[in-house]
């Protein structure tokens, strides 16, 4: 079945497909390298031992299970557009490649939005279900669009990604009548749009096409990577290149549990104790890296955004840290728009160049984004007073009420599962 897996994603990947793209360039499920930490989560922020890792391989099938769980359980369809409220954590890179791989488009927003604006993002996306963690929850009740957490949550009505993950099917999506009956994207199709204002709906968006050339320009001829990562991977930035681009290169990436710039000593010391060859950072993080008597040996690459502040903290980075490459990226949508070759690059490899270039060229800003309306579709969280476990198959059930999953699709879904569904 690997074999016939990686042969559908090549072919897509060939057609223009991001997720596809991503899923090929893995490591292969039988090496070793699969096995490997694609993303850790550094707990205390400075290593020893306080991590949670998700292998290459828990990747991968993380994301495809969760892909045929959103699209032929919860009834996803090629264009539907998912809005992804959350911190860092290991399940956001899993819950973008999984709605990409289901064909949907990812929107990102700042989990810090208000109700008010969460509801503002929804309405201009077209949004037909959010994705929030359970901290961020309350902000999408008055939003009027289909709740599923990315985490399992206490209450056993509450639907979640992390359980589609876990007990979704992988191979679903590469069975023949599953690739009959749903078009792929076209590499044309927006796959991913960032709003950096609720209130004015200005957005970024990135087609198939672009995330692609994203992925591909990141990838360097290099074993060993690990990257410390400080800025949020749902933001313009962050999704491009941590969530798809570093995993797809064989980069292990380390994500800090705090607030991505609340502790920027936390971070050079996590960068210290992982080994970090590059470091994907806020101003005042590269400003901590960037210090006297620095111990970053390993450091190799270091992108910065938004840009450094500062002529002075420029000349400071590149005193301390002569040997490192440095890339500075303007975080504001306004002045991308103005032009992408205001980016201050020192000394960048080629490989980063290319990155960088492909990420802003084919950045687009417009109001009002276009993404098709929402299906009418039922909450994600429905109400009773049965407050034992609720297997999954009836928690999709009772959430679409039968409108758009049968019984034998979801039996085919959880068909590694007969315990859960002999209880139904």
């Not at 290991?90 to 990409?100: D, E, R, S, T, Y």
């Amino acid at each position: 079945m690997e074999e016939i897996l990686e042969s559908e994603y090549s072919a897509a990947a060939a057609a223009g497909d991001a997720a596809s793209f991503v899923l090929s360039r893995l490591p292969h499920p039988d090496t070793t390298a699969s096995a490997a930490a694609a993303f850790v989560v550094d707990v205390a922020g400075a290593g020893g031992g306080r991590t949670t890792t998700l292998s290459f391989v828990a990747l991968r099938r993380a994301a495809l299970s969760l892909a045929s769980g959103l699209r032929f359980g919860l009834g996803l369809r090629r264009g539907d557009a998912v809005l992804v409220l959350s911190p860092n954590s290991l399940l956001l890179p899993p819950i973008v490649l999984g709605v990409l791989a289901a064909g949907g488009v990812v929107v990102a927003a700042d989990p810090g939005s208000t109700a008010e604006e969460v509801a503002t993002v929804a309405r201009s996306s077209g949004a037909v279900v959010v994705v929030a963690a359970p901290e961020v929850a309350e902000k999408v009740a008055g939003a009027g669009v289909p709740l599923l957490l990315t985490s399992r949550s206490m209450d056993p009505r509450a639907l979640s990604a992390e359980e589609l993950m876990d007990d979704g099917d992988p191979t679903a999506l590469a069975s023949p009548e599953a690739s009959a009956a749903a078009a792929r994207p076209r590499p044309s199709d927006v796959a991913f749009v960032f709003y950096s204002s609720a209130t004015t709906k200005t957005a970024a968006t990135m087609t198939h096409a672009d995330l692609i050339a994203a992925v591909s320009g990141a990838s360097l001829p290099e074993e060993g990577r690990v990257c410390l990562a400080s800025l949020p991977i749902c933001s313009v930035h962050g999704l491009p290149l941590l969530a798809l681009a570093l995993p797809a290169a064989g980069v292990t990436t380390v994500l800090l549990a705090a607030s991505p710039s609340s502790d920027p000593t936390a971070a050079m010391e996590a960068a210290a104790a992982h080994g970090a060859t590059d470091v994907v950072a806020t101003p005042d993080v590269a400003a901590a890296l960037a210090a006297p008597l620095t111990m970053l040996s390993s450091l190799r690459r270091v992108t910065v955004v938004p840009a450094l502040a500062t002529t002075e903290a420029r000349q400071a980075f590149r005193r301390w840290l002569p040997w490192v490459e440095l890339t500075e990226m303007s975080g504001s949508l306004e002045k991308m728009m103005a032009s992408a070759s205001e980016q201050v690059q020192v000394a960048p490899d080629a490989a980063s160049a290319a990155v960088i270039a492909h990420i802003f060229a084919s950045l687009r800003y417009i109001n009002n984004v276009f993404i098709p309306s929402p299906k009418p579709m039922n909450t994600f969280y429905f109400c009773n007073t049965d407050y034992r476990k609720v297997p999954l198959l009836k928690k999709i059930q009772k959430t679409v009420l039968g409108d758009i999953i049968s019984k034998s699709t979801a039996n085919k879904i959880l068909r590694e599962h007969p315990e859960i569904i002999s209880k139904l």
